[in-house]
Structure formats: C-alpha cells, structure tokens
C-alpha cells in the first residue's frame, strides 16, 4: 500500500512506532505514513514530539492526541488504519473486551492489530511473589498482572482468531548498580501498575539488587537480565 494510516495506542516516546515508520520507508520511498499517537501523559508526548522532528521526513506525518483510547473513537470515528499497534499498554486497560472491540472498530478490513504485553517468564515477573508491596491491585479483567498469556486465553476464550508468537530478548540497565536497581524498580512498578513508591522499598531495592548480582555485562558495560514478551496479532 501506497497510503498507510497508523495507529499507535499508548505510543509513549514513540521509540518503536517510529522505528516501525522509517523500516516501511526504507522498504518503499515512495509511500506516504500518517502515524495517529495516542499518549495521555503530556510528558512523553513531548520526548514524541522531539523525536519526531530529529526524523524529520516529508514522507512521514505524526499526529498527537493526548487522549485516552475511548475519547479518541469518539472524535475520530470516521478514521479507519491500516495498522494498529498497542505495545505494552493493555497494563492499563481495565476492561480487555472494551479496548478490543474499539481498536476492532478503528481498524481497516483485511489488516492486523499487534499488541505487545510482557510474559510472566521474565526475571522481574518472577520475583513478583517475593515483593513486599501494597495490597494487590486488580489488573486487568483476570485479575491477574496484565501479561500476554491471561491476554491470550482471554483471546481463546472469546473464540477470537489470532496468531501468537514469543519474543525474547533482554533488559539493560546502568552499569552503576545503584542507578540500575531504580531503573529496574521502575520497570516493575510499571508492569504490575503500582506507583513508584510502593516498589521503592529497602526489602525490594535488595531483592532487585540479588536479581541483578552477576549480571553485568563486562564487555558492554551493562547491567543485563532475561526479557521475554508475547506478540498477539488480530
């Protein structure tokens, strides 16, 4: 296709939306991309819209809502995308069935939406027993933290076609092990959808601190532990 619309739910800096954008210009100069990014938080909105002139291509337009999902279809019904991406944003949807059924709204026919949640095979999902944390939050409509296997049981359960595939790589952290036990915490705080300060605690700062003795890659001067996410495609 010539003329792409894109949709990236939850696009945060937009690291990998643009990424996704100049590989499908590289492959093709001569196709047009409008990128439609949603990110509620006026923070990463800014880090998007920076990146975005840094890119700086005529062939690439990026517009930003800083909406959430539902105030999004309200306003832009009518916009139909070729390609829709939730990457590790199904965190923070209360209701899985709802934000499917919008983004199956918004999507084009005959093309795919790709959300991208992390598995509970990953080092820091492992640990989650031995965190000293407020009491449990209700995550997701299992109640259970929001990784890609309760979402593809959900997906099986509604007799939803789909493909699955694992992704696996690894998350890097300062090779200052201090820094790297707060970048860590803060990764953990995201996924199981606690503030900062509820993770942040002497008990779990050791805890994390034991995950990631042993781990420093010499060679590349970096803390490293094991990543592993799941791709869903509708």
Known sequence: RKYLNILDVG??????????????LDK?????????????????VELLKEKTKKMSNDSCEVKFFPLTLEKFLAFNASVKFDFIL???VFYHFSRWSKSINILRKLIKDNSHIFIILDSI????????????????KSIGEYGKPASIEPLVSYLKNNRMAFEFEELNSKLYFSPNISKAVDEALRITAFFFRYNIEDVSNPKNREL??????????????RFEIDYANGLAIL
């Open 11 to 24: 696009a945060g800096d937009g690291s990998l939306i643009l990424k996704i954008a100049q590989a499908l």
């Open 28 to 44: 093709d100069n001569r196709r047009k991309i409008s990128i439609y990014a949603i990110e509620p938080l006026p923070y990463l």
């Open 86 to 88: 939730a990457s590790h």
């Open 121 to 136: 095979k990953s080092s820091l999902y492992q640990i989650k027993p031995r965190l000293h944390l407020p009491s449990a």
């Open 208 to 221: 994390v601190k034991n995950l990631l003795q042993g781990k420093l890659n010499k060679k590349k001067n």
